[in-house]
Nanobody, 125 residues
């Protein structure tokens, strides 16, 4: 069973940094891709970043590009999201997801087969 667990969220001032982690606490698995999404209060879940396992190719939403960086540690079965220059509009619950088989729509939340429970990120002005 795949069980994704996010950590690293918290309260930070604008301009600060946080690093989120997403680990699989279940059986060992080899996802095709791992991604981060976020959901602000009263908003739909939106794509943040994704990384493909075989070649570490990655994509970002325009709103976080050049500020956030996604990375993965295949030995630890963990994916990270380094968030720098945080803004109040980055406030949201951040979720990690896993895609097990090759897919093209990696920016679409419906592509992801497994999700973590989410971690709250709050950026104060």
């Amino acid at each position: 069973q795949v069980q994704l667990v996010e950590s690293g969220g918290g309260l930070v001032q604008a301009g600060g940094s946080l690093r989120l982690s997403c680990a699989n606490s279940g059986r060992s698995f080899s996802p095709y891709a791992m991604g981060w999404f976020r959901q602000g209060r009263g908003k739909e879940r939106e794509f943040v970043a994704t990384v493909v396992s075989k070649d570490n190719s990655s994509w970002y939403s325009n709103s976080v590009k050049d500020r956030f960086a996604i990375s993965r540690d295949s030995v630890k079965n963990t994916v990270y999201l380094q968030m720098n220059s945080l803004k109040p509009e980055d406030t949201a619950v951040y979720y990690c997801g896993a895609v097990m088989r090759p897919r093209t729509l990696l920016m679409d939340a419906t592509t992801y087969e497994y999700w973590g429970q989410g971690t709250q990120v709050t950026v104060s002005a």
